[in-house]
Each structure stands twice: as structure tokens, then as C-alpha cells.
């Protein structure tokens, strides 16, 4: 895979593919805060400010010559339906309308697909270059317990607030995630992919996923990344 480039763009869902690619000398790994790589608490309806786009698209332009393919991990919108909606309920005393919050989240989504979209054809001016797109849905929402986000809290510093139901999340993420598939048929483009998980973890139960020795709200991506 001399001539490949594998980038990953996402919150902190998107690590799982820290795990999958770890010995892959194409996959580009975090180092600072200009370079690619999955953030903690990156909203998908805020991609589209100027500094989370010169992140997912500057690095494509000083790409080198003998780079003909590139792969675009996209994991979003865990963080929108997990973590912003219920800080918006439970700080700010917001009951935002769930149906356009999604929205914002699609048509945010649609933005980006369409920005690497007429990116990859300024590049193919000057060299023969192909972009794969891959939307990742790796995990759904977990059960957590009472208790955890004050635990969670008070281990990063940061401000104390409930998360919405369980059953809310999960029925949120099921949203976005059909209505973000559909939106995609829209996209007269052959290398737009999708990774949805979902029913891996309907058919094997939330607990084959979840860390055994410690609650987190992630899944154990040793066992996702396979």
C-alpha cells in the first residue's frame, strides 16, 4: 500500500480505528492539533467551522506525488446525540427539537462528503489521485449507570451533567445513522462506503462489547476493531 494514505477523522468513537490500523505504516495517527486523527468531543454539527475544516482538509493538500489513494474514515455524531443534547437539557435548560437537531447533524455531514468530493477533483488536475470515503457507525450507544457520569466528571474536571435515557440514545443514533444512509444514495459518487456495526451488537448484546473491568461509554475496540 505504498501508493495509499489512510486518514481518520472523528471523536473519540473514531479511536477504534487507532486499534484496526496499528501496524500500518499508511494510517496517520494524531500528533498535534493541526494533523489528522479522531478528537475527544468533536461535534459533527460543528465541522463546519474554519478550524475543524483546515484539519480534515489541509493535510490532502501537501499530500506527496506517489499518493494515488486515499482512504477518509469519518466516525461522527456520537457526541451531538450523547453528549451536547443532554448538556443542552440539563445546563442550558434547552429542550431543542430532537427531528432538527438530527438534521443539523446530516446536513453538516452532507457539507464535508461534498467539500472532499470537490477536492478530490482539484487534485485530479494536477495528479491521479482517488478518495474513498468511508462513514463509520462503530458501536451504538451503551447502557450506563447512574453514577457514571459523575464518576466521569470528576476523573476529567469537567462539568457535571446527566445523560439522556438509554432508550433515548439508542433511538436517536438509529435516526441519524438511517436517515444518513439514505441521504448518501443522494451522492453521485462510486467511492462513498459505509461500516455499520449495529447489528453486530444487536445480535451479540450490548455486554460482548462493553469493557469488563471498568464502565465506560465507549466499547472495548479490541473487540470492535475485528
Sequence with gaps: MDNSLILNFGDSQGEVYDYVFYNNINYKKYINNYSPGWRSGWSLRGLNKPQHEN????????????????????????????????????????????NNFIDEMINSFEKIINKYILLEQELK??????????????????????????????????????????????????????????????????????????????NKGFKHFMNKNIEDHHPNFLITKE
Design 55 to 98: 484539519i480534515l482538509f489541509n493535510s490532502l493538500y501537501d499530500i506527496s506525488n506517489n499518493i494515488e489513494n486515499v482512504f477518509i474514515f469519518l466516525t461522527f455524531g456520537s457526541v451531538d446525540i450523547e453528549w451536547n443534547l443532554s448538556y443542552k437539557r440539563f445546563i442550558l435548560n434547552q429542550n431543542p427539537d430532537t
Design 125 to 202: 488536475k494536477i495528479k491521479n489521485i482517488n478518495f474513498f470515503i468511508i462513514i463509520t457507525f462503530p458501536f451504538i450507544p451503551l447502557p450506563l449507570s447512574e453514577s457514571y457520569m459523575k464518576t466521569f466528571s470528576q476523573k476529567n474536571d469537567t462539568t457535571f451533567y446527566e445523560v439522556i435515557s438509554h432508550h433515548e440514545r439508542f433511538y436517536l443514533w438509529y435516526i441519524f445513522c438511517n436517515k444518513l444512509i439514505e441521504s448518501i444514495k443522494s451522492f453521485n459518487y462510486k467511492r462513498l462506503y459505509i461500516i455499520d456495526l449495529r447489528d453486530d451488537f444487536i
